[in-house]
């Protein structure tokens, strides 16, 4: 099955500087990779995704890049803000009609945005 | 959008008592999943459901966990008995499963504590 490795466990940046979080992936079938933030008491909360066809992807802030020969994935977070501070999972899933359908989640990244 | 809903939001209860956890999906969404989080072991996926039925229950831990999904708009996550292990906190979350999209939404959770 597919193996989500994420990297680092935690991170602490000062206002303003940028964030990356990085993941690994084992499945090369896989072609879907959501990322999530979790605040504190809350559900984890689709932030981006990318879709294997495409190496890039940016939302304002928040770039994601997919490198697929090399199976791994980053997200970053530019000119971050103390509300970026939360928990930030990545994810992997094969995606097709005869595929499995569940999310393989790395185990977090714990970021903390200091003023 | 309600986004996707669950009862109790939280839950306290004693070992050997039996513990019902309740979602309702986002509308017009077919896919309803059941995950469980704790600190040790992460974002672990216990069941999805897949048009109400369930696809892929191999993350369910033992017989005295069972899952059901009535209608498009309801499922439940059972445990009995439950145990002090148990405690964690419960997602649900749903999705549009096609040929594109699937991302998934997750609920606010339900935090389980059996003493």
């Known amino acids: 099955g597919e193996n989500v490795e994420q990297h680092p466990s935690t991170l602490s940046v000062q206002e303003g500087d940028s964030a990356v979080i990085k993941c690994t992936y084992s499945d090369s079938a896989s072609n879907y990779f959501p990322w999530y933030k979790q605040e504190l008491g809350k559900g984890p909360q689709l932030i981006i995704d990318?879709?294997?066809?495409?190496g890039e992807k940016k939302d304002q802030r928040i770039a994601v890049t997919l490198n697929k020969t090399a199976k791994h994935f980053s997200l970053h977070i530019t000119e971050t803000q103390p509300e970026d501070s939360a928990v930030y999972f990545c994810?992997?899933?094969?995606?097709?009609?005869?595929?499995?359908?569940?999310?393989?989640f790395g185990k977090g990244t714990s970021l903390l945005v200091t003023p | 959008d309600a986004g996707v809903i669950q009862s109790p939001r939280h839950e306290v209860t004693e070992m050997g008592q039996e513990v019902t956890l309740r979602c309702k999906p986002i509308?017009?969404?077919?896919?309803l999943f059941w995950y469980r989080q704790t600190m040790m072991r992460g974002l672990e996926l216990l069941i999805y459901f897949n048009n109400n039925v369930p696809i892929d229950d191999s993350g369910m831990p033992e017989d005295r966990f069972s899952a059901k999904m009535p209608n498009a708009s309801f499922s439940t996550l059972k445990i009995q008995p439950s145990e002090p292990r148990d405690s964690a906190v419960y997602f649900c979350?749903?999705?549009?499963?096609?040929?594109?999209?699937?991302?998934?939404?997750f609920g606010p959770g339900t935090r389980l504590t059996v003493t």
């Open positions: 509308s017009g969404h077919n896919s």
């Open positions: 990318i879709r294997s066809n495409v």
């Open positions: 979350a749903s999705s549009l499963r096609g040929t594109s999209g699937n991302e998934q939404y």
């Open positions: 994810a992997a899933i094969s995606q097709g009609p005869n595929s499995g359908y569940a999310l393989n």
